[in-house]
């Protein structure tokens, strides 16, 4: 029994100025995982990888049972993947590229892909080019989604979209990801965006997975503290990922938030003022901080 | 390639994509065809060579249109993420390309040349000219698959580009030589076709380069690790 949409191992890849070394990701089946990163962090590598568009220097990728790039025409059959730079045929109409998919894709739900019409506005007539990019978006979104796959990637989608646009397609995301029980990949640098669709959360910078956790676990064990230095003092405190200081006062961020950490702190001399708890952003960065 | 082999039914799939796709624009190049054909026809000398320049420019841009529009655009347009997200390898991928390429020069390129051979035989206009006529269309062929080729391995518009203009210039440089071959030159007036040892062997030379060209870019595209 395969309990893996996909399993990555030890993937490494090097090109003239990136380098991913012995990468180590894998997703449950049913699971929503997003992959943050910066900009060059890996992200559409990783995703490129996962696909069989890209063959990594070391390293075996296992997605649905399938043995990656070797197998993946087998694999594709049952993958759904849409990304920020997917463009459709623009002087085609949405109708011709459901009937495309549907020649390829037996299991293409009409009926699903006509509810999915009305949910996006859509209409299947128009040509691509007459669409604007979050129509466009949601055109593709609707053509992958229509085809049941068992796991969806979606690399960026929603960048360059405008913030209406975004909330529009994230909405609509989050309450079909909720009706079925697909598993998905999904990868971008907006943070909120990953925050309300993911089960578990990646970090990834520089080619290097950073954290892997599930939501809550980030947000409970995450918190920024900050204190009022006691003349006692200590330079670090165990636990500590950064400790700014200014003046008398420091602000401290932990990743072992607990009654114990606020415990070392004050051992350490630093009285607590106020404890806070980290958006995932803050985290994001902090943990691309501490890992540079 | 067993892969791409066994992947047949998408790689036909693409094809007919392909094909669709161009049909259009296809139907008015034919159109075209068919006038400069009827030009021809009229065996006038100013008509015909008129015609035979026209001739030439339909072949150089179908094929141009082909390459841009069907390979390079792909990429520049970002409609080759959208392909590569369906079931087929970069090999099944780039065997589609190669495959509705052809099928979308060869058919009108072989109707342009069997119409002008038509149109040479039933009118009064010289059948010595045969050769040279058939060995240009020969050489535009090999040029199409060159810069085919170019488009297939770089998707690049730039070096596709290149390759162009640097195999229309030669066409130009290859029509000067060939006309002033004894060989061919003392038959062009004749009243049947005259294939000799050296048109015949330019024929050959010409074809076995067609098919060198496109095994070579299927065998580069298969080495090919990454795509995208």
Same mark, same amino acid.
């Given at each position: 029994m395969q309990h893996y949409a996909f399993d990555m191992r030890n993937i490494s890849i090097r090109y003239p100025h990136f380098a991913m070394e012995n990468l180590n990701l894998s997703l449950a089946k049913g699971q929503v995982l997003g992959l943050v990163g910066v900009n060059g962090a890996g992200k559409s590598t990783t995703i490129r990888i996962l696909m069989g568009l890209v063959k990594a220097d070391a390293g075996q990728v296992d997605v649905l049972g399938y043995?990656?790039?070797?197998?993946?025409?087998?694999?594709?059959?049952?993958?759904?993947?849409?990304?920020?730079?997917?463009?459709?045929?623009?002087n085609q109409t949405l109708q011709w590229h459901m009937?495309?998919?549907?020649?390829?894709?037996?299991?293409?739900?009409?009926?699903?892909?006509?509810?999915?019409?009305?949910?996006?506005e859509l209409i299947a007539d128009q040509k691509i080019k007459g669409l604007s990019h979050g129509q466009r978006v949601k055109a593709c979104l609707l053509l992958v989604l229509a085809r049941r796959p068992k796991l969806l990637v979606l690399d960026e989608p929603t960048t360059g979209l405008d913030p209406v646009a975004r909330d529009e397609v994230i909405t609509e995301l989050a309450d079909i990801l909720r009706d079925d029980e697909r598993s998905v990949l999904f990868s971008s640098h907006n943070t909120h965006d990953i925050e309300k669709l993911s089960d578990q959360i990646a970090f990834l910078d520089k080619g290097k997975l950073l954290a892997l956790q599930d939501k809550e676990s980030f947000v409970q064990s995450w918190a920024r503290f900050r204190c009022q230095l006691l003349p006692q003092a200590q330079d670090s405190v165990p636990?500590?990922?950064?400790?700014?200081?200014?003046?008398?006062?420091a602000e401290v961020i932990t990743d072992q938030s607990s009654n114990d950490f606020a415990v070392a702190l004050q051992q350490a001399g630093f009285k607590v003022i106020e404890q806070h708890r980290m958006s995932l952003e803050e985290i994001f960065v902090a943990n691309v901080k501490r890992n540079r | 390639m067993l892969t791409a082999l066994n992947n047949t039914p998408m790689i036909k799939r693409l094809i007919v994509k392909d094909w669709q796709l161009m049909k259009k624009s296809l139907a008015a190049y034919m159109l075209?065809?068919?006038?400069i054909i009827g030009m021809m026809g009229m065996a006038t000398p100013l008509m015909f060579n008129t015609g035979a320049i026209m001739m030439i420019t339909l072949m150089i841009v179908i094929g141009a249109r082909s390459a841009i529009?069907?390979?390079?655009?792909?990429?520049?347009?970002?409609? %080759?993420?959208?392909?590569? /997200?369906? $079931? +087929? =390898?970069?090999?099944?991928?780039a065997l589609a390309?190669?495959?509705?390429?052809?099928?979308?020069?060869?058919?009108?390129?072989?109707?342009?040349?069997?119409?002008? %051979?038509?149109?040479?035989? /039933?009118? $009064? +206009? =010289?059948?010595g000219v045969i050769p040279l006529v058939v060995l240009v269309s020969v050489f535009i062929l090999l040029s199409y698959c060159c810069y085919l080729a170019t488009a297939l391995l770089s998707y690049s518009e730039g070096y596709t580009i290149t390759v162009m203009i640097m195999t229309n210039l030669l066409l130009n440089g290859f029509i000067f030589w060939i006309i002033r071959m004894p060989a061919v030159h003392t038959t062009l007036e004749a009243p049947t076709a005259s294939w000799n040892s050296t048109t015949l062997g330019l024929l050959l030379a010409g074809t076995v380069l067609v098919v060198g060209v496109l095994v070579l870019t299927a065998y580069l595209q298969k080495r090919k690790t990454s795509f995208l």
């Open positions: 043995q990656l790039p070797a197998q993946q025409v087998q694999a594709k059959y049952d993958i759904g993947f849409a990304s920020d730079d997917m463009r459709l045929y623009k009937d495309f998919i549907h020649s390829i894709f037996p299991n293409f739900d009409h009926g699903y892909a006509k509810g999915l019409l009305q949910r996006f636990g500590a990922v950064s400790i700014r200081r200014s003046g008398q006062l | 075209g065809g068919v006038v529009e069907l390979v390079v655009n792909e990429k520049k347009d970002q409609t %080759l993420a959208f392909m590569m /997200s369906l $079931p +087929v =390898t970069a090999q099944d991928y390309k190669l495959g509705a390429n052809l099928a979308l020069y060869l058919v009108p390129w072989l109707l342009l040349v069997l119409g002008m %051979l038509l149109v040479i035989v /039933s009118t $009064p +206009v =010289t059948n």
